[in-house]
């Protein structure tokens, strides 16, 4: 259990950075275009999109790095 809640939390934490930097690009690229920063419905949309996908991702990664340094194999 405290293997997972480990790699649960830094898949979180890897994801909600991913996805606020993919928010910030977003509205420098809205503010480019139109001069105004608008917060657009697809963009919070897009933000959770990438989210889940990071998240999803790196639980996987994060779980399975986890389980291989408890069996003391440090592989990458």
Known sequence: ?????K????????????AGLAL???LLVE???SGGL????????A????WIVVFSG???RQ??????QRHGHHQS
């Open 47 to 50: 933000g959770l999109l990438i």
């Open 31 to 33: 503010f480019a275009i």
């Open 24 to 26: 910030v690009l977003m």
């Open 7 to 18: 790699a649960c939390g830094r898949a979180m934490m890897a994801a909600t950075i991913n």
């Open 63 to 68: 779980y399975r790095l986890c389980q291989c």
């Open 1 to 5: 259990m405290k293997l997972t809640l």
């Open 38 to 45: 608008h917060l657009a419905e697809a963009y919070l949309y």
């Open 58 to 60: 790196q639980m996987f």
